[in-house]
């Protein structure tokens, strides 16, 4: 089932074609903590990290990506 990943850092209009759910975000986390890692029944699941959908040089130096325009 396709998602939408809402951030100021995923580019505009991009695509990942990654396999992500719920647990995407929860991975995500586990990244950011100091562990870097979340649960073991959560890093063994055969989905990819929320990072996937976010863009690593909009995340390396903290700029986000223009709003689109409302025209």
């Given at each position: 089932m396709p998602g939408i990943?809402?951030?100021p850092?995923?580019?505009t209009a991009?695509?990942?074609e990654e396999i992500l759910d719920h647990t995407s975000i929860l991975k995500f986390?586990?990244?950011?903590?100091?562990?870097?890692?979340?649960?073991?029944l959560v890093d063994h699941r055969a989905v990819e990290s929320a990072s996937a959908a976010?863009?690593?040089?909009?995340?390396?130096?903290?700029?986000?990506?223009?709003?689109p325009s409302m025209d």
């Open positions: 990943v809402v951030s850092f995923v580019r991009s695509l990942c986390l586990g990244e950011k903590s100091d562990a870097g890692r979340y649960t073991d976010l863009d690593d040089q909009l995340l390396a130096t903290g700029s986000t990506a223009s709003a």
